[in-house]
């Protein structure tokens, strides 16, 4: 059974940072592409970083390029993602997802099949 399990979220001002952690059971990481997602009240849920666990390749949406990094420690098949330079448009809940497609980075939120429960964001200005 697959779990994901995401932590790490509050409330930060803006300028601040959060790390999100993302600890996995049931699935190989070195096989799979891990995303994380987020969603805004009333908005689609979009995939801001990625990270093809085969390949190394990283991805980040334009709006977190620069600010945020997604980074993995296989010992304990463990994602992450640090947050700086936080901005009150980054309020969101954010998810962790699994693509069992490996080798590259997929964008669409149907091409991931696990997902966690979510962890809220929120960013004061």
């Known amino acids: 059974q697959v779990q994901l399990v995401e932590s790490g979220g509050g409330l930060v001002q803006a300028g601040g940072s959060l790390r999100l952690s993302c600890a996995a059971s049931g699935l190989a990481f070195s096989r799979y592409t891990m995303g994380w997602f987020r969603q805004a009240p009333g908005k689609e849920r979009d995939l801001i970083a990625a990270i093809s666990w085969t390949s190394g390749n990283t991805y980040y949406s334009d709006s977190v390029k620069g600010r945020f990094t997604i980074s993995r420690d296989a010992a304990k098949n463990t994602l992450y993602l640090q947050m700086n330079s936080l901005k009150p448009e980054d309020t969101a809940v954010y998810y962790c997802?699994?693509?069992?497609w490996g080798w590259g980075i997929r964008k669409s939120s149907s091409d991931y099949a696990y997902w966690g429960q979510g962890t809220q964001v929120t960013v004061s200005s």
């Open positions: 997802a699994a693509d069992t």
